[in-house]
């Protein structure tokens, strides 16, 4: 069993920055690839940014590359999203997510852990 807190959340004007972390319970956390989503008012959730166990491996989507990283520290049990650059359609709530497989980071519905997630606003 794994529990997952997200935090970082908050206002930013556009060009801004945020860190965005997801907090885990649970000794099993490091075989877990990890995955950041994230849902604006109105649309479908969306796959943002994943990373493999080990840390070694990650990707992003098209719409962040460039300007997000993620990052995992499991010595902390905690996952990270810096988030810089940020744009008005940035706007969401973010969810961080656990899944068992490296193939399935990109299909929410793998998915075997959800935190609660976190509000991202960015005005412009």
């Known amino acids: 069993q794994v529990q997952l807190v997200e935090s970082g959340g908050g206002l930013v004007q556009a060009g801004g920055s945020l860190r965005l972390s997801c907090a885990a319970s649970?000794?099993?956390?490091?075989?877990?690839?990890m995955g950041w989503f994230r849902q604006a008012p109105g649309e479908e959730r969306e796959f943002v940014a994943s990373?493999?166990?080990?840390?070694?491996?990650?990707y992003y989507a098209d719409s962040v590359k460039g300007r997000f990283t993620i990052s995992r520290d499991n010595a902390k049990n905690t996952v990270y999203l810096q988030m810089n650059s940020l744009k008005p359609e940035d706007t969401a709530v973010y969810y961080c997510?656990?899944?068992?497989?490296?193939?399935?980071?990109?299909?929410?519905?793998?998915?075997?852990?959800w935190g609660q997630g976190t509000q991202v606003t960015v005005s412009s």
């Open positions: 997510g656990a899944v068992s497989s490296w193939a399935r980071v990109g299909d929410q519905d793998k998915y075997d852990y």
């Open positions: 649970g000794r099993t956390f490091r075989i877990y690839a």
């Open positions: 990373i493999n166990a080990s840390g070694a491996r990650t």
